[in-house]
């Protein structure tokens, strides 16, 4: 099994501020990585498919970058709607989630 | 609009069976491999089992090997997830999710169903 790790774990940050988001994995797997966004009580949602295309109706100061075993998710100005746990997942092998990162308010 | 509605989840004691379902809509169910992906209470995201559209390729998480198993009926555009077995760590909310053309991409989620499994 391909092993994720996302840091930071969680982090504190402001409206407006860059946030960014790093995912690895045990093993080089192309651009086969996902990203997702949850909010509490909700289903995640798709953001970003093999590392950097955005789907249709995410917002644009979502990106996504990387490639082999090293990626990052990077918000470029957070909205208050942003707020939320963030989910890497490798679509390489049979897939595997990273840990999480929550988005909280400072 | 692709709608995913799932059923099934419940109370159930350890060493008993439940089998959750997953209806779809709005998109052509036979063409798209689908998933169940759960998330224990607190917890984060464990993908379960996928099945491709023509049940042709299936595969399970180690955890559940062995005592789940998937099936989805096309005429019905459903897919089911039959839990034998179960243990307290299988309580979690079960997602069904639709794969994109990479067929462990999930594009759509639905709302999710609990399985609690406690004496």
């Known amino acids: 099994d391909v092993q994720m790790t996302q840091s930071p774990s969680s982090l504190s940050a402001s409206v407006g501020d860059r946030v960014t988001i790093t995912c690895r994995t045990s093993?080089?797997?192309?651009?086969?990585l996902n990203w997702y966004q949850q909010k509490p009580g909700k289903a995640p949602r798709l953001l970003i498919s093999?590392?950097?295309s955005l789907q249709s109706g995410v917002p644009s100061r979502f990106s996504g970058s990387g490639s082999g075993t090293d990626f990052t998710l990077t918000i470029s100005s957070l909205q208050p709607e942003d707020f939320a746990t963030y989910y890497c997942?490798?679509?390489?092998?049979?897939?595997?989630f990273g840990p999480g990162t929550k988005v909280d308010i400072k | 609009e692709v709608q995913l509605l799932e059923s099934g989840g419940g109370l159930v004691q350890p060493g008993g069976s439940l089998r959750v379902a997953c209806a779809a809509s709005?998109?052509?169910?036979?063409?798209?491999?689908m998933s169940w992906v759960r998330q224990a209470p607190g917890k984060g995201l464990e993908w379960v089992s996928l099945?491709?559209?023509?049940?042709?390729?299936?595969e399970y998480a180690d955890s559940v090997k062995g005592r789940f198993t998937i099936s989805r009926d096309n005429s019905k555009n459903t897919v089911y997830l039959q839990m034998n077995s179960l243990r307290a760590e299988d309580t979690a909310i079960y997602y069904c999710?639709?794969?994109?053309?990479?067929?462990?991409?999930?594009?759509?989620w639905g709302q999710g169903t609990l399985v609690t499994v406690s004496s």
């Open positions: 999710a639709k794969g994109q053309e990479i067929y462990s991409t999930f594009d759509f």
């Open positions: 099945i491709r559209g023509g049940s042709d390729v299936i």
């Open positions: 997942q490798q679509s390489y092998t049979t897939p595997t």
């Open positions: 709005g998109f052509i169910f036979s063409s798209h491999a």
């Open positions: 093999m590392a950097t």
């Open positions: 093993r080089s797997i192309n651009i086969h």
